[in-house]
């Protein structure tokens, strides 16, 4: 049964820093993984998504890399700002069933 | 030009009542989803259509009954509710294919009294 683990449960950065968010998973069998954000009482917005035979993702400010045979992901934010708080899941999509499979979350804190 | 809309937001309701969500895509997936996320915030997965055909039911008391008129629609209806049923439940829908992501609805917050 695939898990997903999220570390660090919460992080709170001075604005301008830069940070890692890190994302694992214990079946290595996936079809890809997706980052989200969530803001409070809203829906999830998707960051980026990495196809299992691809290595990373880059949109923006942010740069996903996935390794899938170690079964991590990480979640890499420039130069971070106050509109950056957010919740952040990973999910990884198992091969074949088409369902993602959440994570926690990490809740980001970016102060001014 | 939404692209997973919910109706309603907000659900109140006593235990013992019949209710229903419905959701609409306009981007022309062929897949949609309905995920249950509780009180700690934990999202997981409840049904999963593909044209129209059920794919995933992830043992959810069959008082939860999805159903898909079409390929842009898959409503959630509820029997009996509990007190645990309180949660938000949110609707998605993706291109079937490992290059696409999943798009999420704004979620349906039901509190069951």
């Known amino acids: 049964k695939q898990e997903v683990t999220q570390i660090p449960a919460a992080l709170s950065v001075p604005e301008g820093e830069n940070l890692v968010l890190n994302c694992s998973f214990t079946?290595?069998?996936?079809?890809?993984l997706q980052w989200f954000r969530q803001d409070p009482g809203k829906g999830l917005t998707s960051l980026l998504l990495i196809q299992s035979s691809q290595r990373e993702q880059t949109s923006g400010r942010l740069n996903a890399s996935l390794d899938k045979s170690s079964g991590r992901s990480t979640l890499y934010i420039a130069a971070s700002q106050p509109g950056d708080s957010a919740t952040y899941l990973c999910a990884v999509n198992q091969g074949g069933s088409e369902k993602l499979v959440f994570g926690k979350g990490t809740k980001l804190t970016v102060n001014p | 030009d939404t692209a997973v809309s919910q109706t309603p937001k907000y659900l109140v309701t006593q235990m013992g009542n019949d209710k229903s969500i419905k959701c609409e895509q306009n981007l022309g997936h062929d897949t949609m989803y309905w995920y249950k996320q509780d009180s700690k915030k934990f999202l997981k997965i409840m049904f999963s259509y593909n044209n129209k055909e059920l794919i995933i039911n992830e043992t959810v008391p069959n008082r939860f009954s999805p159903k898909s008129p079409d390929k842009a629609h898959l409503n959630l209806h509820i029997n009996s509710l509990e007190l645990g049923d309180s949660a938000v439940y949110f609707c998605?829908?993706?291109?079937?294919?490992?290059?696409?992501?999943?798009?999420f609805g704004p979620g349906t917050r039901l509190t069951v009294t």
């Open positions: 998605a829908s993706r291109r079937s294919g490992s290059a696409y992501e999943q798009y």
């Open positions: 079946d290595s069998a996936i079809y890809n």
